[in-house]
């Protein structure tokens, strides 16, 4: 499985942005993609998540941040509203077969939000 996300940048405070990631390769046994992120410093954590059950987001960006998908491209968004400084980080894309349990990960996007 091959993830290429796209969309990171620079935004100001308030501003919005969405992530696109999409995948190829091996994908039928994908059931869950999903979003990390990773600031300077900290250690990756998760942003939201999106399986055929529905989705979950980290408390930090309830609200602010949708997750969708779309089957048709092999596509998982991420849109980003309301951002705030503390959203900058490097974020990455991930998937999971349901069959293997492997993660797969994308190269990562820059955001970074300007106050």
């Known amino acids: 499985v091959q993830l290429q996300a796209s969309g990171g940048g620079l935004v100001q405070a308030g501003g919005s942005r969405e992530l696109s990631c999409a995948a190829s390769?091996?994908?039928?046994?994908?059931?869950?993609m999903g979003w990390y992120r990773q600031a300077p410093g900290k250690q990756r954590e998760l942003v939201a998540l999106i399986t055929s059950g529905g989705t979950n987001y980290a408390d930090s960006v309830k609200g602010r941040f949708t997750i969708s998908r779309d089957n048709t491209k092999n596509t998982v968004h991420l849109q980003m509203n309301s951002l705030k400084p503390e959203d900058t980080a490097v974020y990455y894309c991930?998937?999971?077969?349901?069959?293997?349990?492997?993660?797969?990960w994308g190269q990562g996007t820059q955001v970074t939000v300007s106050s």
């Open positions: 390769g091996s994908i039928f046994n994908i059931n869950q």
């Open positions: 991930n998937s999971r077969d349901g069959i293997t349990w492997l993660n797969y």
